[in-house]
């Protein structure tokens, strides 16, 4: 039972440059999310999603873009790289359920040079 | 805006030790959470506490949720190596809306 995959693990991007972060869940869980996190301040909510077809956004949206066309998948977008989105990223996954707990993938490494 | 507060930020204690992390807002939160992360890793749940004032006890580590529901502690009585790592508090309004605390990093020396 994988969980929650994230890949790349490691990226380093230039400065204008795109890519897509994905993110795939094995567990059958609605609700997905995206957080990014930074020395000193802990993790901050960029998209989530409900359900397929349906987004929104967190605290820190601008510069990235999210969809939700099937229940596994929930791929998150950087249109056009900034040296301000170098950061660690990560998808969690959520059943349900009322005060339920996240369930974390092992993060993604983004250098925006 | 961070809601949640922790602090200390940053914590170096010898093996054997206790130590109490701290978890404050000034919001009102339906649940707190408290995960522990280690380096490469996501977040990983450790206890997830609902009630005023419940308090739960996980081997060493005791969580204790505020009577208001505002804030919250970790006490870790005679901590080990193997506590090392990044302690983070989230508050859960309901459903899908968590908020995290800024981190807690403790290191324990042998």
């Known amino acids: 039972n994988a969980g929650v995959t994230q890949t790349p693990k490691f990226q380093v991007l230039k400065t204008g440059q795109s890519m897509t972060l994905q993110c795939a869940q094995d567990?059958?869980?609605?609700?997905m999310s995206w957080y990014r996190q930074d020395p000193g301040m802990g993790l901050r909510l960029i998209h989530y999603?409900?359900?397929?077809?349906?987004?929104d956004q967190g605290e820190v949206p601008n510069g990235y873009n999210v969809s939700r066309s099937t229940t596994e998948d929930f791929p998150l977008r950087l249109l056009s790289a900034a040296p301000s989105q170098t950061s660690v990223y990560f998808c969690a996954t959520q059943p349900d359920r009322r005060d339920s707990p996240l369930h974390f993938g092992n993060g993604t490494r983004l250098t925006v040079t | 805006t961070q809601l949640l507060e922790q602090s200390p930020q940053f914590l170096s204690i010898q093996e054997g030790e206790n130590l109490t992390v701290y978890c404050n807002s000034s919001?009102?939160?339906?649940?707190l959470q408290w995960y522990r992360q280690e380096p490469g890793e996501g977040p990983v749940l450790l206890v997830t506490v609902v009630t005023g004032g419940e308090v739960k006890k996980l081997k060493r580590l005791t969580f204790q949720f505020g009577d208001a529901r505002k804030d919250s502690s970790l006490h870790i009585t005679a901590a080990q190596p193997g506590d090392t790592g990044l302690y983070l508090c989230a508050g859960g309004r309901g459903y899908q809306k968590v908020t995290f605390g800024t981190g807690t990093k403790l290191q324990v020396i042998p």
């Open positions: 999603s409900v359900g397929a077809g349906i987004t």
């Open positions: 919001s009102v939160f339906s649940s």
């Open positions: 567990m059958n869980h609605e609700y």
